[in-house]
């Protein structure tokens, strides 16, 4: 069954460092997502993406972070100077298109553990 | 902000016995969907619903949603110690880019 990848499963930085968290979305999907989880607390929307550009984002998702599509199959985000407080899960996920039932549901990755220290 | 509350946070039970899970909510959502969560891991989708008073059946799992698009239910029967784990039930806006609200989840624990 097609799956969401992302690399790495965990890395650990330093305070101030950037850090780029890949995602290859399931092929056929058009629409690309992160969200992040904080240890012991809600998984949270950062940002989604369609047709290159950010479709919608949230008040977690500042200057700081950047996403890019830059080829036809990673999905990237990018943390620019990283803080202790960005130390969470981060979830890349997708959808096949807007509309009809099965469009609807989102698929997630297994997730990147990112630990600032 | 649209807010999805889900009850009860924890719940521990018996093998056999039957349970609901709830998540609640003021707004009204285009879809919900039901994940399950393994710690570590990204959450594994279970179900998706989209239709007022809709219910889905996963064998022993039973999903509603609510007449309103506001709340939905997991009834699961006869609950067995591979049940254990972190549902979370999670709203999509189809106005909003389909992003998903989170319920907080349910950790269910299933004792032998």
């Known amino acids: 069954e097609p799956e969401v990848t992302q690399t790495p499963s965990h890395q650990v930085t330093q305070m101030g460092q950037e850090v780029i968290l890949r995602c290859v979305p399931i092929?056929?999907?058009?629409?690309f997502y992160w969200y992040r989880q904080i240890l012991g607390q809600k998984v949270e929307f950062l940002v989604s993406?369609?047709?290159?550009?950010?479709?919608?984002k949230s008040e977690i998702f500042d200057d700081q972070f950047s996403v890019e599509r830059p080829d036809g199959s990673n999905f990237t985000l990018k943390i620019r100077s990283t803080k202790l407080e960005d130390s969470a899960m981060y979830f890349c996920?997708?959808?096949?298109?807007?509309?009809?039932?099965?469009?609807?549901?989102?698929?997630f990755g297994e997730g990147s553990w990112l630990t600032v220290v | 902000t649209q807010l999805l509350e889900q009850s009860p946070q924890f719940l521990s039970i018996q093998e056999g016995e039957n349970l609901t899970v709830y998540c609640n909510s003021s707004?009204?959502?285009?879809?919900l969907q039901w994940y399950r969560q393994e710690p570590g891991e990204g959450p594994v989708l279970l179900v998706t619903?989209?239709?007022?008073?809709e219910v889905k059946k996963l064998k022993r799992l039973t999903f509603q949603f609510g007449d309103a698009r506001k709340d939905s239910s997991l009834h699961i029967t006869a609950a067995q110690p591979g049940d254990t784990g972190l549902y979370l039930c999670?709203?999509?806006?189809?106005?909003?880019?389909?992003?998903?609200?989170f319920g907080g989840g349910t950790r269910l624990m299933v004792k032998p």
């Open positions: 996920a997708s959808r096949a298109f807007r509309t009809g039932k099965s469009g609807n549901t989102i698929y």
């Open positions: 092929s056929n999907h058009l629409y």
């Open positions: 993406f369609y047709n290159n550009e950010i479709s919608e």
């Open positions: 707004s009204v959502f285009s879809s």
């Open positions: 619903v989209v239709t007022g008073g």
């Open positions: 999670a709203g999509a806006n189809n106005n909003a880019g389909n992003m998903l609200t």
